[in-house]
């Protein structure tokens, strides 16, 4: 279907008729073991580690409260390791920075983002009006892939 079939007859958006639920984020690895212990001692559930042999190994993680996983493995992805980007919406940012640490995780302080010369700025500490969206910290798996957690209190609407 091209963009315009897309798009309707009167130009607008078509408002869409099917479910799309967003179940999995693939995560490259050099070391399977050693990601499957760092996600686990983040508090995340394993899902699944299946093996067929040595070229394919499959393990899949899901985070505390998330509808969506991870997955990583041999022969699963073919980017290279720490490729990765990945955000976690939480609801205190205090607490999940703080459980993290407390877990071994090297996390970032915490950080917001301010756009007034027209270009992206990271600037130390919490968003200083204490909105939704605006404070985050980082973090990164062994191989690199990063993690930006984001601290969501109150959604937008329609979210």
């Known amino acids: 279907m091209s963009t315009q079939e897309q798009s309707g007859a009167q130009g607008g958006v078509k408002e869409a008729t099917v479910d799309m639920k967003l179940e999995v984020h693939l995560i490259p690895v050099a070391d399977v073991d050693r990601a499957l212990s760092f996600y686990q001692c983040m508090g995340w ?9 040595p070229e394919f190994r499959i393990a899949q993680l899901t985070p505390p409260g998330s509808e969506c996983s991870i997955i990583f493995g ?3 992805v073919s980017a290279p390791p720490g490729s990765a980007d990945g955000y976690l919406v ?13 877990r071994g995780v090297e996390v970032s302080e915490i950080f917001h983002k301010v756009y007034d010369t027209g270009a992206e700025v990271q600037v130390d500490g919490r968003d200083p009006d204490g909105r939704s969206y605006a404070s985050y ?23």
């Open 45 to 53: 559930r394993l899902d699944a580690d299946f093996e067929a042999g």
């Open 90 to 102: 939480v609801y205190d940012l205090d607490k999940a920075r703080a459980d993290l640490v407390s």
């Open 137 to 159: 910290a980082s973090f990164s798996d062994p191989d690199g892939n990063g993690w930006l957690m984001q601290e969501v209190q109150e959604r937008l609407p329609g979210r």
């Open 74 to 76: 041999r022969g699963v």
